[in-house]
């Protein structure tokens, strides 16, 4: 025993231990893989592609790894190749360890999308690796299929700006689109143009776009009659079997987020997103939430801004919403939403995480991560890609339409299971990304 002791202290003077223990080693030491591993990264790129920005982490291995971030975000692509000193070196499959030294240098939406999609990049890489898909990563299968619900694909002749019967016909469409979505949502919000009847906004000065980040004046009740009208339409034309959830903010003030979820309750919405606080806002609201889930049956949701698992913690502990929507482009990746949605389903919460913009490779992560999700997973938001051409980009040959029945069937390639086609791809760079696949 005092040998081994004695052991220790001369290891620990000759700056070995000791070094380490006392952080007198220099970041490069700190920053050394461990001997045995066999794969090192060497380049973060990022490209946009399709206004996505795209990250391609790249090892000296020859196995990359890929994520895509929301199409509404190329001007990420900064803040993607800002952590490429911090990843130079590191094992990749040592995804926890990666992420240690990104994480907190990430925030709330839009700038927890590059530490995001970074962790993507690495589990495909990882999943590569062991020969397995990322779900295997991930705990393994609970579901062979993942339900995904519409927020972004069009609905053909869809005008429903004014009349209930227009809102009623938007939900025969939709309820007939080729994927065969069972559950929807739609935004419920919109200001119409010029009419200051529609509530009382307290500044009528306001762009359209400021009020649909703030509107916090008190609404009419003539607004309130008009949506639950709508509502009451577009539920009729979606039709049995097939459930609406309605993103109504952010910006109302809690007395009209109850009184409006109170008046919506007879049509059962399958959830209220973001009524209060939600996309974009870089702080939670649990207490708001909270008093709003206590007065009404309506499922109350939130959380598409929201980074890193802590910022969930009191959403959850104190019971303040129903449903979740996270997201693993922006959340902190598809480890972080796992976590997260574990810790939900301790609480009795569900998940309905968010997507709409993330792209194919988007929906590759939630299918990856969805198949592994505990049993308080409702569906993710499926992203629609306007431009066919992805479809021959990559090298495996989806099912068309790949949603379903409202569902993707899980597939069992390696990693995220989705490979650039690197020949047909280099076309559609950007000018000054043209080496991104080289
Ligand atoms: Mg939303």
Same mark, same amino acid.
């Given at each position: $025993? ?6 220790? !202290? ?21 920053? =050394? ?7 090192? !990264? ?5 490209? @946009? ?47 926890? =360890?990666?992420?240690?030294? @990104? ?29 397995? #898909?990322?779900?295997?990563? $991930? ?43 069972? !559950?929807?949502?739609?935004? $419920?919000f ?25 509107r916090?004046?008190? @609404? ?26 309605l993103d109504l903010g952010p910006g109302l003030i809690l007395?009209d987020a109850i009184?409006l979820a ?6 059962? #919405?399958?959830w209220l997103e973001d009524m209060m606080i939600g ?6 609201g649990?207490?708001e939430y909270?008093?709003l889930?206590?007065?009404t049956?309506c499922?109350i949701h939130t ?18 919403? =129903? ?16 976590? !997260? ?9 569900? $998940? ?73 791809? =280099? ?12």
């Open positions: $025993m005092e040998s081994n002791r004695r052991d220790f !202290i001369k290891t620990a003077s000759a700056g070995g231990l000791g070094a380490s223990l006392l952080g007198s080693d220099d970041d490069q030491q700190r920053a =050394r893989p461990p001997q045995n591993s066999r794969i090192r !990264i060497t380049d973060i790129k990022c490209a @946009i592609i399709a206004n996505s920005p795209v990250v391609r982490v790249v090892t000296d291995a020859g196995i990359d790894g890929y994520g895509q971030g929301e199409t509404s975000k190329p001007y990420l692509k900064f803040h993607v190749l800002f952590y490429k000193d911090y990843l130079v070196g590191e094992d990749p499959t040592n995804v926890e =360890r990666c992420l240690m030294k @990104i994480r907190r240098a990430g925030g709330f939406k839009p700038w927890g999308t590059a530490v995001s999609i970074i962790e993507v990049a690495l589990w495909d890489i990882a999943g590569k690796v062991a020969g397995l #898909p990322i779900y295997k990563l $991930m705990g393994g299968k609970v579901r062979d299929q993942v339900r995904c619900y519409n927020g972004s694909v069009p609905v053909p002749a869809s005008t429903r700006d004014n009349t209930p019967i227009e809102f009623y016909n938007w939900g025969v469409a939709a309820r007939n689109l080729k994927e065969g979505f069972t !559950i929807f949502k739609t935004a $419920m919109r200001p119409a143009a010029g009419a200051d009847n529609t509530y009382n906004n307290t500044n009528p000065s306001q762009s359209r776009s400021q009020a649909s980040h703030s916090r004046g008190a @609404i009419t009740e003539y607004r309130i009659k008009q949506i639950v009208e709508r509502v009451a339409a577009l539920k009729e034309g979606l039709g049995e079997g097939r459930a609406l959830a007395s009184r109170n008046a919506l309750e007879p049509h059962n #919405p399958i996309d974009y806002h870089p702080y939670v649990a207490a909270r008093e889930t206590r007065s049956t499922p959380g598409e801004q929201i980074y890193l698992r802590q910022h969930f913690r009191e959403l959850f502990e104190k019971a303040a919403v =129903r449903v979740v929507g996270p997201d693993p482009a922006d959340c902190g990746g598809i480890a972080e939403i796992k976590w !997260i949605a574990e810790y939900a389903d301790l609480h009795s919460i569900l $998940m309905a995480p968010h997507g709409t913009f993330n792209g194919l490779l988007g929906n590759a992560a939630q299918v990856m991560v969805g198949a592994a999700m505990p049993e308080n997973y409702i569906a993710f938001e499926y992203s629609y890609q306007r431009q066919e051409w992805w479809r021959e980009i990559i090298n495996e040959t989806l099912p068309d339409p790949l949603v379903k029945d409202g569902f993707i069937d899980v597939w069992d390639r390696p990693g995220l299971g989705i490979t650039f086609n690197t020949r047909a791809a =280099r076309q559609y760079l950007e000018e000054e990304d043209k080496d991104f696949f080289d």
